[in-house]
């Protein structure tokens, strides 16, 4: 109920409800002693109504009432309330009169109170928490008397009396049933947790064991027991002494007289069976110590447990150092936090510049993620979750923010309240370099990408060349199913594929199928269809390449038919020559023809197993070389007839002769493969003739096809070597990721760590890949390899990384161990060493000897020795074990081209010396 502001209850009410809840009163039965207190009062002071007046939160309460029927009513009726604000007898002699209740509903209503007098109901701490008060239905304006003051006094204080008499009395009975349980709870703990008694005797001496005692100290039943004979006896040599210390300290009369020990016991063959834990008290009358008695348990199992959770607390606390996450651990109620050392190590924060309080923490979230992180994570505190994680900016000391990844679970008591919350945060700040670093690849890449959900085959991502390939904006893709793209007559087999992927099948395809863009038009694509288990989820993408035009090809070639299907099938220049012949004799009907040859190996413009019976050959032509302007007009493409051939300086007389006696026509054209003159495609005719435009256009489009399949033969020739090479490649690059994947994924405790760990190291793959690729010929060169190694680590300040050597060309493999290795060296450099901390300097110098001084590499020749330097760095700690990193760092180069690695870590910084020989350096293979 609402109460005036200057309401006398509300004073200390926190005290007043605290006293009267400790009598425990409230809503009791009526009880003789205090009915008999209100009733006393009203002969005392000649009043109708008396009541002892209890205040509660909201409303006054009577434990005895005499002419007054409610047990309550709301504090805002109670006149007590003023009683209890004094310590004195409250009187008002005209309720009606007085400002603070002529308004009182008592007052102004039935049953129409005008006078009232008090005595407040005050504890023996000082606090009033109700009143003995009589009330009358007529005004008094003499009030009471003294004598009934003094009455009315008195009986509150025999109220009081008889509220502590209760309140004692209910101690009490709740003390001596609390001794009868915890008798009881102790008879049932003794005989649950398997304890023994053990009584001595100090008077005489005699040591008394129950059962389980015995058992204890491998003690038959009926034999006699005694305290140095057979207890001391039986303790292991290094527990006796302390023991029997103990023992003595806890019989002396001056001292607390307490036994508490933990001892082992032996067996009879000398053996640790048991560890004991002994506690007993000192019986004492008249300062004279008579017995100790007392309780043994058999702890052993206990004791491995502790070691075990020392164990796992020593584990725990060198994994929080060790770790490169935040650990926190916060303290809801008093609302204090701890962190480890790596909010220093990661953040920057030093542990004196943390308050330990979540604010501190909210306080350095990034503006913009601030209000929205406090929402999250007070939504799972105040509900019943109990597992949060959230991604934000946190601010380190040097006011830059890192990328984080927070989680944390809240640890709630029985009823459900939170207590604490425990959680690590990850810095992602590298992890999100490296992940817009790929959307930037998947953005700008060549082919279509896109991801679809498996189960529905609707799209979640797509990049822009597949917009561009389908003719159609992101927002026609994404959200919608990838089914619409697929032309109906292509359902089956997409309905096909799309079973497979909703089955959870993990299928890594291949397939060249047809798509029908947004524009109608339909197209070819090649896919390269991968899905993936990520976490729980398995993740479909699908890559698409245009392949349109080169279906217009392979439609263009199978339409040739006849000379298409033949020439492509052709393997020398010989058939090459029967399939020409034989196609200008078909198509051009020289059915008397004489010659009719596609010559592709000779530089003869004539002459063959063509020729007419009889027709002399032409002779002197074994090289165009010789004869100049014949070469030129054929490779002008002119149509040349023999006479034309004859006029040549440089033929011999008898082919002159033949040429000027020959009567027959003669269409010859070059066959030319890359610029150069590879052979000709020629017709003879029997009789003289003019030769059609239709029929030389014809003849030149046969030339041209026998050139291009030559050029074709020879290309496919190149291009087999070619993809023979890139095979060869491609194995090494899968073997090398497929051994750096298995090699950081073994014993995997974290898994986001594990995958930027993965990530980086394939990246330094790719690059050093990058680096060969740009070159002209099979390597790289040294310092290309270490600078593309060490780029993502140089910052542009001047010194802080410096390279120099000879220039030494390296092979493919020395190549990709050696960038691997330095990417390695740089990480472990910008976690705990030179580029952990500003000014650090890493050097790396390499030089070439004559030979293996030390004569500890394979093989012979000169030997480059390379070493990385650290300096400007904190102190360097050896490291406690060795993970994956270290034996690359170790054995890139042994493996890959019999180098040998030494690491140094000496306080001022970490030295790595490699030494290889040249030739495994060099190696292409």
């Not at 802080?800 to 330095?822: C, D, F, N, T, W």
Request: negative net charge; hydrophobic residues 45%.
């Amino acid at each position: 109920m609402s109460r005036p502001p200057d309401d006398p209850a509300t004073s200390d009410e926190a005290g007043r409800l605290a006293a009267l809840a400790r009598y425990a009163i409230l809503d009791t039965p009526p009880e003789c002693a205090f009915d008999d207190a209100v009733a006393l009062a009203v002969q005392l002071c000649a009043a109708p109504v008396a009541l002892v007046s209890l205040l509660d939160g909201d409303r006054q309460w009577f434990k005895a009432r005499l002419g007054f029927a409610p047990r309550e009513t709301g504090l805002d009726r109670s006149v007590c309330r003023f009683t209890a604000a004094g310590r004195e007898v409250l009187v008002i002699p005209d309720l009606a009169a007085d400002p603070r209740t002529r308004a009182n509903p008592l007052v102004t209503g039935a049953p129409g109170m005008r006078f009232y007098a008090g005595a407040p109901l005050v504890t023996p701490e000082g606090v009033a928490f109700g009143a003995l008060c009589v009330l009358d239905t007529v005004p008094r304006p003499e009030g009471l008397s003294d004598a009934q003051v003094t009455s009315l006094q008195a009986l509150a204080r025999t109220v009081m009396t008889q509220l502590e008499l209760r309140r004692g009395i209910a101690e009490r009975k709740i003390e001596a049933a609390a001794l009868a349980d915890s008798e009881l709870r102790l008879r049932l703990a003794v005989e649950a947790a398997g304890a023994g008694i053990f009584d001595y005797d100090l008077v005489t001496g005699t040591l008394t064991w129950d059962g389980r005692t015995r058992a204890l100290f491998g003690v038959g039943p009926g034999e006699a027991v005694s305290y140095a004979e057979t207890f001391l006896a039986r303790l292991h040599p290094e527990d006796r002494a302390r023991t029997d210390a103990a023992v003595q300290a806890a019989l002396d009369p001056a001292g607390p007289g307490l036994f508490d020990c933990t001892y082992r016991v032996l067996t009879e063959d000398g053996a640790v069976c048991t560890w004991i834990a002994a506690r007993g008290t000192l019986v004492v009358e008249a300062r004279r110590p008579l017995r100790l008695v007392g309780t043994v348990r058999d702890v052993t199992a206990e004791r491995a447990a502790q070691a075990a959770v020392a164990a796992t607390e020593e584990r725990y606390r060198l994994a929080a150092r060790a770790t490169t996450d935040a650990i926190w651990d916060w303290d809801l109620v008093a609302d204090h936090v701890l962190w480890n050392e790596a909010l220093f190590a990661a953040y920057g924060w030093a542990p004196e510049a943390v308050e330990p309080t979540g604010g501190w923490w909210l306080d350095r979230i990034h503006p913009d993620d601030r209000d929205r992180v406090e929402a999250d994570i007070g939504r799972v505190i105040g509900g019943d979750e109990r597992d949060w994680r959230h991604e934000y900016r946190f601010r380190r000391a040097d006011g830059s923010y890192a990328d984080v990844l927070d989680r944390g679970s809240v640890v709630r008591g029985a009823d459900g309240t939170p207590s604490r919350m425990i959680g690590a945060m990850l810095d992602l700040t590298e992890r999100n370099r490296v992940s817009a670093q790929l959307r930037a690849v998947v953005e700008g890449a060549n082919v279509g990408i896109v991801q679809i959900d498996p189960r529905t085959l609707i799209a979640l991502e797509a990049n822009p060349k597949l917009c561009a390939i389908w003719g159609a904006e992101e927002a026609d893709i994404v959200g919608h199913s990838i089914a619409k793209w697929t032309p109906e007559e292509d359902a089956e087999e997409r309905d096909r594929l799309h079973r497979r992927l909703a089955a959870g099948e993990i299928v890594r395809e291949t397939l060249e199928k047809r798509y029908r863009r947004k524009d109608g038009r339909l197209i070819w694509g090649r896919v390269n269809l991968v899905s993936q288990v990520r976490g729980e989820e398995i993740q479909t993408t699908a890559m698409i390449e245009d392949i349109t035009e080169e279906k217009a090809v392979e439609a263009r070639q199978a339409a040739l038919i006849e000379l298409g299907d033949r020439l492509r099938d052709a393997s020398a220049p010989g058939e090459l020559s029967g399939i020409a012949a034989g196609i200008l004799r078909r198509t051009l009907g020289l059915s008397r023809a004489g010659y009719a040859a596609a010559d592709a190996g000779t530089d003869r413009p004539g002459g063959g197993r063509g020729d007419p019976e009889g027709a002399p050959r032409l002779a002197g032509l074994a090289s165009l070389a010789a004869f100049p302007a014949t070469a030129a007009r054929l490779r002008r493409g002119e149509i040349l007839a023999v006479a034309d051939i004859a006029a040549d300086p440089g033929l011999a007389p008898d082919a002159a002769a033949y040429a000027e006696a020959a009567t027959r026509a003669l269409i010859k054209v070059p066959l030319l493969r890359r610029g150069e003159l590879a052979g000709f495609v020629s017709v003879h005719a029997a009789e003289p003739r003019v030769w059609g435009a239709g029929e030389i256009d014809f003849v030149r489009e046969v030339a041209g096809r026998v050139s291009a399949t030559l050029t074709r033969i020879q290309a496919e020739e190149q291009q087999r070597f070619l993809n023979r090479e890139l095979s060869h490649r491609l194995k090494n690059t899968l073997t090398m990721a497929q051994a750096i994947a298995s090699q950081t994924l073994r014993n995997v405790t974290d898994i986001a760590a594990v995958k930027e760990a993965l990530v980086a190291r394939l990246v330094a793959l790719g690059k050093a890949h990058d680096i060969l690729l740009s070159g002209e010929g099979e390597g790289a060169g040294l310092e290309a390899v270490i600078a593309g190694a060490l780029a993502i680590h140089d910052d542009g300040e001047a010194g802080r990384i410096r390279l120099q050597g000879p220039p030494i060309e390296v092979g493919p493999k020395a190549a990709l161990s050696l960038a691997l290795m330095i990417h390695e060296l740089a990480t472990n450099a910008a976690k705990y060493g030179a580029f952990s901390v500003p000014g650090g300097r890493v050097e790396f110098d390499w030089a070439v000897s004559p030979g293996d001084a030390e004569g500890s590499l394979r093989g012979a020749g000169p030997i480059v020795t390379m070493t990385w330097s650290e300096s400007g760095g904190p102190p360097v700690v050896p490291p406690s074990r060795k993970g994956f990193g270290s034996r690359l760092i170790e054995r890139g180069l042994s493996g890959a081209v019999g180098g040998e690695t030494c690491t140094t870590y000496a306080p001022e910084g970490v030295t790595c010396r490699i030494r290889a020989p040249l030739s495994g350096l060099l190696e292409k293979e």
